[in-house]
């Protein structure tokens, strides 16, 4: 017996232990799944993020899966005639939008690994959506002649000699300071012009003239072409995913030469994404080849886009500023340093005089908006803004909107802008919307279920870990405090197993008690009665299959029912 009793007593050791091991791994491996499971975490995030060539990402970053609009409006000017007349303001009637679908899409992709960046072009196709658009491409539109002003505004630094070149054969050709084309024209199709062709086809003035088009169009040769925007380069984020998609350089060069000192750096995002981890309060660059430079947007507010918060950068008055109220600003002047609200982009637009804003002058010095009629501004349809998810720095919504205006100007020695108001005049404007689709957001809002499930997992293993580690420990006190109490009671009524000599004896003595509890409970009770009451032979436990505990446990069960 003792023997058994021994091995038994091992065997539940051995398991207790088993057992206070396992609960110590557990518990500590919570402890450090807690500790870093967000650098795990991350770590996950950073190598599915990162560009390259067999990832998700990329496949999205090359080509966008969401359906791209771009949306054109044409100031169409209603008094042409009265230009010059200083009791009268250019009268702009606003025609669209104008809705094209655009296909984007990268090519000519070259990975540079030494320095984990990538080299590409953009490229995009229009097709114009008739449903979507307020108009057709046929409607005409009378509105400045850029291509007159942009010849007038080159040979104004020029000789005398040289400008009255330019002069006569503005005469010539019977150039006047407005023109009226269809909006297909206008816009992707182009029209020719003999100022066009005649500084084609007389190079008399040497470098000085840059004729980039043989047509004139403001999206004249964008339609399926990749040379107009010019060449990226963008960091992959192998390295850092802080640099994700941040521009390295553009052309080849990481300076565009075309503003001043920090002003003409090729630095924030190329479009397709943020840095992650942004704060409230802070700001994200948009490096827009449209206009050489990169557009600063500061924060604004925290808001939801299809169930998954972000937070949405505006591009203010200080995005616009040109050191009239950021000095900081003040090298985005270039030549020529006007109030507040447009930017000038003239070396960047083939030295004609080309300002850029946003729609009806949001944003802008009011000087700008007392030089015309036509215009009212307001903040849900012509701001620009991005809403930006901050863990990964991808944006939800995006609102890019611009306008392209003119400087008009009296230029000495051109007869036809001799007597002529000095004006900012708006052309055209654009917006760019895009919305994240439902799908990518569902992948979006994963991403901090997995945070909070990996950190519940880890409470839970280490909850677990401890309960096991204190299971063998409280037991072995739970039973202690049982045998104490069985203890007790063997003093007061009745031997404990442990006090008799032998099983033998053990069972005698329940045999006894069985009797006396059966005279006990019998319901004649007289004392002249006396029982019959023999000891009961107990049978071994070689002939029942029972221990001697059966015969413990009828003892205790016995005395039991004598105190009671």
């Given at each position: 017996?003792?023997?058994?009793?021994?091995?038994?007593?091992?065997?539940?050791?051995?398991?207790?232990?088993?057992?206070?091991?396992?609960?110590?791994?557990?518990?500590?491996?919570?402890?450090?799944?807690?500790?870093?499971?967000?650098?795990?975490?991350?770590?996950?995030?950073?190598?599915?993020?990162?560009?390259?060539?067999?990832?998700?990402?990329?496949?999205?970053?090359?080509?966008?899966?969401?359906?791209?609009?771009?949306?054109?409006?044409?100031?169409?000017?209603?008094?042409?005639?009265?230009?010059?007349?200083?009791?009268?303001?250019?009268?702009?009637?606003?025609?669209?939008?104008?809705?094209?679908?655009?296909?984007?899409?990268?090519?000519?992709?070259?990975w540079h690994p030494e320095?984990?960046?990538?080299?590409?072009?953009?490229?995009?196709?229009?097709?114009?959506?008739?449903?979507?658009?307020?108009?057709?491409?046929?409607?005409?539109?009378?509105?400045?002649?850029?291509?007159?002003?942009?010849?007038?505004?080159?040979?104004?630094?020029?000789?005398?000699?040289?400008?009255?070149?330019?002069?006569?054969?503005?005469?010539?050709?019977?150039?006047?300071?407005?023109?009226?084309?269809?909006?297909?024209?206008?816009?992707?199709?182009?029209?020719?012009?003999?100022?066009?062709?005649?500084?084609?086809?007389?190079?008399?003035?040497?470098?000085?003239?840059?004729?980039?088009?043989?047509?004139?169009?403001?999206?004249?040769?964008?339609?399926?072409?990749?040379?107009?925007?010019?060449?990226?380069?963008?960091?992959?984020?192998?390295?850092?995913?802080?640099?994700?998609?941040?521009?390295?350089?553009?052309?080849?060069q990481t300076h565009t030469?075309?503003?001043?000192?920090?002003?003409?750096?090729?630095?924030?995002?190329?479009?397709?994404?943020?840095?992650?981890?942004?704060?409230?309060?802070?700001?994200?660059?948009?490096?827009?080849?449209?206009?050489c430079r990169t557009l600063?947007?500061?924060?604004?507010?925290?808001?939801?886009?299809?169930?998954?918060?972000?937070?949405?950068?505006?591009?203010?008055?200080?995005?616009?500023?040109?050191?009239?109220?950021?000095?900081?600003?003040?090298?985005?002047?270039?030549?020529?340093?006007?109030?507040?609200?447009?930017?000038?982009?003239?070396?960047?637009?083939?030295?004609?005089?080309?300002?850029?804003?946003?729609?009806?002058?949001?944003?802008?010095?009011?000087?700008?908006?007392?030089?015309?009629?036509?215009?009212?501004?307001?903040?849900?349809?012509?701001?620009?803004?991005?809403?930006?998810?901050?863990?990964?720095?991808?944006?939800?919504?995006?609102?890019?909107?611009?306008?392209?205006?003119?400087?008009?100007?009296?230029?000495?020695?051109?007869?036809?802008?001799?007597?002529?108001?000095?004006?900012?005049?708006?052309?055209?404007?654009?917006?760019?919307?895009?919305?994240?689709?439902?799908?990518?957001?569902?992948?979006?809002?994963?991403?901090?279920?997995?945070?909070?499930?990996?950190?519940?997992?880890?409470?839970?293993?280490?909850?677990?870990?401890?309960?096991?580690?204190?299971?063998?420990?409280?037991?072995?006190?739970?039973?202690?405090?049982?045998?104490?109490?069985?203890?007790?009671?063997?003093?007061?009524?009745?031997?404990?197993?442990?006090?008799?000599?032998?099983?033998?004896?053990?069972?005698?003595?329940?045999?006894?008690?069985?009797?006396?509890?059966?005279?006990?409970?019998?319901?004649?009770?007289?004392?002249?009665?006396?029982?019959?009451?023999?000891?009961?032979?107990?049978?071994?436990?070689?002939?029942?299959?029972?221990?001697?505990?059966?015969?413990?446990?009828?003892?205790?069960?016995?005395?039991?029912?004598?105190?009671?």
């Amino acid at each position: 017996m003792p023997t058994q009793n021994s091995a038994l007593w091992r065997r539940r050791s051995n398991r207790g232990l088993f057992i206070g091991i396992f609960g110590f791994c557990l518990g500590l491996f919570g402890i450090l799944c807690g500790m870093f499971w967000e650098d795990i975490f991350n770590w996950i995030k950073h190598k599915e993020m990162a560009l390259a060539p067999d990832t998700q990402v990329y496949e999205n970053w090359k080509t966008p899966p969401m359906e791209l609009h771009l949306d054109i409006y044409m100031y169409n000017w209603t008094n042409p005639e009265e230009f010059g007349n200083l009791s009268s303001k250019p009268i702009l009637q606003q025609l669209g939008p104008y809705r094209f679908i655009d296909k984007p899409d990268k090519i000519d992709i070259v990975w540079h690994p030494e320095n984990n960046s990538v080299t590409y072009r953009r490229r995009s196709l229009y097709y114009f959506d008739a449903a979507g658009s307020v108009g057709s491409l046929d409607d005409e539109v009378t509105t400045l002649n850029a291509v007159t002003l942009s010849a007038a505004a080159t040979a104004k630094h020029w000789s005398s000699v040289k400008r009255g070149f330019v002069d006569t054969g503005l005469k010539i050709y019977d150039r006047e300071i407005s023109v009226t084309k269809t909006v297909d024209e206008m816009l992707f199709t182009g029209y020719s012009d003999p100022m066009i062709d005649a500084a084609i086809a007389l190079p008399i003035f040497g470098d000085e003239v840059k004729v980039p088009f043989d047509k004139f169009g403001w999206f004249y040769t964008r339609n399926g072409s990749a040379d107009l925007t010019g060449v990226f380069n963008v960091y992959t984020g192998a390295d850092d995913l802080t640099k994700l998609g941040q521009m390295h350089s553009w052309n080849y060069q990481t300076h565009t030469g075309y503003f001043e000192s920090y002003c003409g750096l090729t630095n924030g995002s190329a479009g397709e994404f943020q840095p992650p981890q942004l704060q409230p309060g802070g700001s994200v660059g948009l490096f827009t080849p449209d206009m050489c430079r990169t557009l600063r947007l500061d924060y604004e507010d925290t808001l939801e886009i299809e169930g998954v918060q972000g937070y949405k950068f505006t591009g203010g008055a200080r995005s616009v500023d040109n050191g009239t109220l950021y000095p900081e600003n003040l090298c985005f002047c270039g030549a020529k340093c006007v109030p507040s609200g447009v930017m000038n982009v003239t070396a960047c637009r083939f030295d004609s005089p080309v300002f850029m804003s946003y729609p009806h002058f949001y944003n802008a010095d009011q000087y700008y908006l007392d030089q015309v009629e036509g215009l009212q501004p307001n903040k849900e349809d012509h701001e620009f803004y991005m809403v930006v998810e901050p863990r990964t720095g991808i944006p939800l919504e995006v609102a890019a909107r611009f306008q392209v205006n003119m400087l008009v100007e009296p230029i000495e020695g051109i007869t036809l802008y001799t007597d002529v108001p000095r004006i900012f005049f708006p052309l055209i404007w654009f917006e760019q919307k895009v919305r994240i689709t439902p799908e990518l957001a569902d992948q979006l809002k994963m991403l901090p279920l997995v945070l909070l499930a990996g950190q519940i997992f880890a409470g839970v293993c280490l909850t677990i870990g401890l309960i096991l580690l204190c299971w063998t420990p409280a037991r072995h006190l739970l039973n202690s405090c049982r045998h104490r109490e069985y203890n007790v009671k063997a003093n007061g009524h009745h031997k404990s197993r442990s006090q008799f000599s032998s099983a033998e004896e053990l069972k005698s003595k329940a045999s006894t008690l069985v009797c006396e509890k059966s005279a006990r409970d019998s319901p004649d009770s007289s004392p002249l009665l006396v029982p019959n009451c023999k000891p009961v032979k107990l049978m071994t436990k070689s002939q029942t299959g029972d221990s001697v505990a059966t015969a413990s446990t009828v003892i205790s069960e016995t005395a039991d029912s004598k105190k009671d």
